[in-house]
């Protein structure tokens, strides 16, 4: 087999390549998402909202590159008929995200004064 026949799609449904846009969906969604809670946040929260924000930046990015990462170990596993273990992706993701919405919605409420 070739690099050029390795390297093409393992289905003809692109379920790998779909999951994979979908990871990179969310994680562009999450750093535009921190970014305008930076934005926004900023006169309510002060360097807290940097904080967050920045710290949700980074998980962003860190989910952009583990899941292009962990997208060519499946994919090179499956054009080699090898077996591959599941992930934590979702998880990995899921609990400093939660964490940082709740910190920002606490932060959020103890501070704001609308009268």
Not at 75 to 88: D, I, N, S, V
Request: hydrophobic residues 55%.
């Amino acid at each position: 087999m070739t690099t050029a026949e390795h390297d093409g799609p393992f289905d003809v449904g692109l379920q790998a390549e779909r999951t994979l846009l979908a990871w990179r969906r969310t994680s562009l969604a999450l750093a535009v998402g921190n970014a305008i809670g930076i934005r926004y946040l900023w006169d309510t929260l002060g360097l807290a909202a940097a904080f967050i924000g920045i710290t949700g930046l980074g998980v962003a990015a860190a989910t952009w590159i583990i899941i292009s990462i962990r997208y060519r170990r499946f994919h090179t596993a499956l054009r080699a008929e090898e077996p591959f273990g599941g992930g934590l992706m979702p998880l990995a993701l899921a609990v400093p995200v939660l964490t940082g919405c709740l910190a920002a919605a606490l932060l959020a409420f103890t501070n704001w004064a609308p009268w």
